[in-house]
């Protein structure tokens, strides 16, 4: 799909957008100030002034990548965001559905006509469409795929068997590819009758006559070799390759690990059919780390910040209630030594300290077993060993900090026990966030789950409760 070129030096995204937030602004004092006037030319001077103002933000609109279109969509409240998505030129809707994130397009789709949809989708590639086809109306992907070539109905088919998170879901089906027993010289002649090179394409795959994959020829080493040579001497016989069903953020890593920039995709006899590119790998990683931040938070999946008030209940509730639950418990272990707090007072101002100190310890560790599952660094084997370093970082914090509150307790207290007490706590609920740091990440993928889902939710839960009891059960032993 062609994309539009900014016809203006680069400017910053808040800026692009703080100018059409300006431009809109503006369209809507005009509007009205006009709708306030009275007389016989009323109607004229108001469609004049409408027009006028939506030609200048479409003007500014014209200028921008699609990529950035796609990102002042995100940030316009709904009604502004359908004005916008109104002026921009039909033979870019498709380049933009597919930038702006899932719970954007659902309102942009919905404000669309079938017909509308379907000029949009047949600009894209069979790996597009395999994207967007769970979106679109049912009724409107049997027609397109009425209107769709065999080939290019085969591979949409292709890529819609695969699940999400598999290699053959995100492949790419435009590629070059040559055979081995030709020279470099034809291959040239072959590329300058090409109307233009797929993106991203820093190499050729080299097939047999059966299609299957015996190498690439990486395109520097066709441009800087002898055009006599054959395509056999050059390539590239043992390049990384990825199976449609592998999972696609082991091929993301891979991609980062060897600097790749397009790599092919064969089945199971070694056939080519596709291939993956960078774009698409830097794509999934932001949405696998968005999906994290997300999941740490309790949030069921990602959300416009201008969705309806219902649509943002139904997708926080769930971790609410489960927050709710634990705050009730942690209430209900103060509960438990009402008597103490009464009688000692100080403890009723210390034990939060205890409590949100083991809280982001314990969001600490976890944060970095996450990451460490997700790079593969984390297996049965240092399981063991991942534990007993966290506890030891977690018991030297415990002495240092907990010294320290301690002394900070006795100078406004004027009593050692208390700050031997506070120190106590502090060591063994830092201990206690270290090990549910660990085991919280590794229990949820052990049922088969995310291990960010809810992460953060649980270890609160955990150190607050824990925290509470250790440090009040401390003082009702030792103080009272």
């Known amino acids: 799909m062609t994309e539009v070129e900014a016809k203006k030096p680069q ?181 300058r009758r090409l109307k233009e090179l797929p993106g991203h394409t820093d190499k050729l795959f080299v097939v047999d006559y059966d299609g299957v994959l015996k190498g690439v020829l990486p395109v520097k080493r066709l441009l800087v070799n002898d055009p006599d040579k054959q395509v056999s001497e050059v390539m590239a016989t043992d390049p990384v390759s990825f199976h449609p069903d592998e999972d696609a953020y082991v091929a993301a890593q891979a991609f980062e690990r060897y600097d790749l920039i397009s790599s092919p995709v064969v089945d199971k006899n070694g056939k080519l059919i596709g291939r993956l590119t960078i774009d698409e790998m830097v794509d999934l990683i932001r949405e696998e780390s968005e999906s994290e931040v997300l999941n740490m938070a309790g949030l069921r999946e990602e959300e416009d910040i201008f969705a309806s008030v219902w649509k943002s209940l139904r997708n926080r509730w769930a971790w609410l209630a489960v927050n709710l639950v634990t705050a009730f418990m942690a209430s209900r272990v103060i509960g438990l030594f009402e008597g103490s707090i009464e009688k000692l007072v100080a403890l009723a101002a210390l034990m939060p300290i205890v409590a949100g100190i083991g809280g982001n310890s314990g969001n600490q560790t976890i944060t970095m077993i996450v990451r460490a599952m997700a790079l593969d660094q984390v297996t049965t084997g240092n399981t063991s060993r991942l534990i007993r370093k966290e506890l030891g970082v977690g018991l030297v914090n415990g002495i240092v900090w907990g010294g320290v509150i301690g002394v900070v307790a ?47 939710v649980m270890i609160t839960a955990v150190t607050d409760s824990g925290g509470f009891f250790i440090f009040l059960g401390l003082a009702s032993i030792f103080l009272l």
């Not at 992907?141 to 009425?146: G, R, W």
């Open 11 to 191: 400017e910053s995204l808040q800026v692009r957008l703080a100018q059409v937030v300006e431009l809109l602004q503006r369209h809507k004092v005009v509007e009205n100030l006009t709708h306030r006037q009275e007389g016989i030319n009323h109607g004229r001077v108001e469609n004049l002034v409408h027009r006028q103002n939506l030609a200048e933000l479409q003007r500014k609109l014209d200028e921008l990548h699609s990529a950035d279109v796609a990102h002042i969509l995100e940030a316009l409240p709904l009604d502004d965001r359908l004005t916008v998505w109104q002026l921009v030129k039909a033979e870019r809707d498709g380049d933009i559905l597919l930038e702006v994130s899932d719970a954007v397009r659902e309102t942009l789709l919905a404000d669309m006509d079938d017909h509308e949809i379907l000029a949009a989708a047949r600009e894209m590639d069979a790996d597009e469409l395999a994207d967007l086809a769970s979106e679109l109306p049912r009724d409107v992907v049997h027609e397109l795929m009425e209107t769709l070539d065999a080939q290019q109905r085969e591979r949409v088919r292709s890529a819609l068997s695969y699940e999400d998170d598999q290699v053959g879901a995100l492949m790419d089906f435009e590629m070059v590819t040559i055979r081995e027993d030709v020279s470099l010289e034809v291959v040239l002649r072959y590329l």
């Open 410 to 456: 006795y100078l406004l207290y004027d009593s050692w026990s208390l700050g031997v007490v506070m120190t106590a706590a502090m060591t063994l609920n830092l201990l206690l966030a270290a090990m549910m740091g660990v085991l919280i990440p590794m229990t949820l993928v052990r049922l088969g789950r995310d291990p960010a889902m809810g992460a953060s």
